[in-house]
């Protein structure tokens, strides 16, 4: 950082030095009456200085769509009444996984990326599937991706596991031989995703969760952490839908949505779509509680004037 020293004795930085005020956290102290309610899209820290409680939002990436199966919600964790204290707080918030895009059909999607707020971590959704191999471990997360799809095989095949309460498991397919192509949807975090449906027809993303920490400043309505739906990779299927909270669809690159749910699964075809970043929210009441909030490893707060130290 370069610094320059002013008669006034202030200390000033350069332009680039600084620190985009955005993305330090959205703050909104008018949609719920009496409280404060913080939203970080990217990573940051939270210093109260005092002791108070907060409700948080704790919401990891999606998972990435398979070749067929829907990638899985972020794991999503919340709770009430979480005392803080005059510390500083690392917030880190987890990319989404990116969708199967390569000409080996027996991988899944990536894994989404975990998200935490000091030590409480979520788990980033699993990656959609592809039945040319049992690929349920692997896609093991937050909330578990779908399984594939494939007519030569006659092996019934699992969807991923969630964990207990962050998010549920993906849907499973079924493994009938020369049944079809269809696949099953990726789980979320308020229901499991749907199994395939038939020979043609491939299941939709589990449901997201309603977001509880209403009035987010974020845009962050609604439902939070819909699975990806099942896609297919060969012939002519109907696709699944995405599940409530912004799953992406069962089309090619159908990506989650971070307008309309963060931490949501990508939708499973023969391009998986990626899954969407997680999401951090704090809420607290206003009065008499204060603290600074920042962005980045340098913990620099935002109550920083222009053209002072960052």
């Known amino acids: 950082m370069t610094i320059e020293y002013k008669d006034s004795k202030r200390i000033v930085t350069l332009e680039a030095d600084r620190l985009d005020v955005s993305s330090r956290g959205t703050v909104d102290t008018s ?77 899944t999607g990536h894994h989404g990326n975990n998200s935490s707020f000091g030590s409480i971590v979520s788990t980033g959704g699993g990656g959609g ?15 578990g991706g779908g399984s594939g799809g494939n007519s030569a095989s006659g092996v019934a095949r699992v969807g991923g596991t969630g964990i207990a309460g962050q998010g549920y498991a993906g849907g499973s397919w079924g493994g ?11 789980g979320g975090s308020g229901a499991v995703g749907q199994d395939r449906q038939g020979a043609s027809a491939c299941g939709n993303g589990g449901a997201g969760t309603a977001n509880p920490i209403s009035g987010s400043s974020a845009g962050v ?22 599940g409530s909270g912004g799953g992406g669809n069962g089309v090619s690159a159908g990506t989650g949505d971070n307008a309309t749910g963060y931490g ?37 707060p935002t109550d920083v004037q222009d053209n002072s130290l960052c």
């Open 31 to 107: 949609s719920s009456v009496g409280n404060t309610i913080i939203t970080f899209t990217g990573d940051g820290t939270f210093t109260p200085t005092s002791e108070f409680d907060i409700q948080y939002l704790v919401l990891a990436g999606g998972g990435g769509g398979g070749v067929g199966g829907g990638g899985g919600a972020g794991g999503l964790l919340t709770a009430t009444g979480y005392g803080v204290t005059a510390q500083r707080y690392n917030i880190k918030i987890g990319a989404g996984g990116i969708g199967h895009a390569s000409a080996d059909r027996s991988v």
């Open 264 to 300: 949501s699964g990508g939708g499973g075809s023969n391009v998986g779509g990626n899954g969407s970043a997680g999401i951090v929210i704090i809420k607290f009441v206003t009065s008499g509680n204060t603290y600074e909030t920042s962005t980045g490893s340098g913990g620099r």
């Open 176 to 186: 009938y031989a020369g049944g079809g192509y269809a696949s099953a949807g990726g």
């Open 129 to 143: 599937q592809y039945t040319d191999r049992d690929l349920s471990m692997s896609a093991q997360g937050g909330s």
């Open 221 to 242: 309505s609604g439902y939070l952490a819909g699975g990806g739906g099942g896609g297919n990779h060969y012939g002519s299927v109907t696709v699944g839908s995405g």
